[in-house]
């Protein structure tokens, strides 16, 4: 059973340019979150998606940043015209359903460790 | 003031030790607390997770929540260099249809000598 799978691991733009990051959630799970570490700092909450449905993005800068999860294929989170700032690893995380529509087990992926030059 | 302080470390102790690490919160309303370890540059793996108040055990790890005092625990026994680690504890409210976004602690670094 594969677990959440984020591709691409390594990421390197120049500033101004997009990054596209994917993820996978594992079998049968179809809520996702995305989280962002940045360096000296912990994981802080970005986005929860379900299919086809972005539920919570309070934690989502204001510009630049998009995520979604279609119907069919991975969620994607999409930074445009990035900046130095932010380099840092995103990771995503899936959930299976729970009576809060999420369950509270949430299970990480390896990350995408994006660097801005 | 952060939601959730966690002492960043480092920790070192030797092998064989009883490892004790802590969070403590503001927002009462949490209701699931749980324990992550990183490995470095890998993702978080949830090892424990405790709904409440009270204690759960799980091989070598012992996972304590004190809602009143707002404060979590997670021990260790008979620690393994294996488990050198970044230990990271998280916490939330499910609200229906919301899910439950983590919030977490900064992480402790552990590393147990052998």
């Known amino acids: 059973n594969a677990g959440v799978m984020q591709n691409p691991r390594h990421l390197v733009r120049r500033r101004g340019q997009e990054a596209r990051l994917r993820c996978s959630p594992m079998?049968?799970?179809?809520?996702v979150y995305w989280y962002r570490q940045l360096p000296e700092e912990g994981l802080k909450f970005m986005v929860y998606l379900q299919k086809e449905n972005i539920i919570d993005e309070s934690g989502m800068p204001k510009e630049r940043f998009s995520a979604e999860f279609p119907k069919e294929g991975p969620s994607i989170l999409r930074i445009q015209q990035v900046v130095r700032g932010d380099s840092a690893a995103y990771f995503c995380?899936?959930?299976?359903?729970?009576?809060?529509?999420?369950?509270?087990?949430?299970?990480f992926g390896p990350g995408t460790r994006l660097t801005v030059t | 003031q952060k939601e959730v302080e966690q002492d960043p470390g480092p920790l070192s102790v030797p092998e064989g030790a009883i490892v004790s690490l802590n969070c403590t919160y503001s927002n009462s309303a949490f209701q699931y607390f749980m324990w992550y370890r990183q490995y470095s540059r890998k993702g978080p793996e949830l090892l424990m997770y405790t709904y409440s108040s009270g204690n759960k055990e799980d091989g070598r790890f012992t996972a304590q929540v004190d809602k009143s005092s707002k404060y979590i625990s997670l021990f260790i026994r008979d620690s393994q260099p294996s488990d050198s680690a970044t230990y990271l504890c998280?916490?939330?409210?499910?609200?229906?249809?919301?899910?439950?976004?983590?919030?977490f602690g900064q992480g402790t670094e552990l590393s147990v000598k052998p």
């Open positions: 079998k049968g799970h179809s809520h």
């Open positions: 998280a916490m939330t409210r499910m609200i229906y249809n919301q899910g439950g976004k983590l919030i």
């Open positions: 995380a899936s959930s299976p359903w729970g009576l809060a529509g999420a369950s509270y087990e949430q299970y």
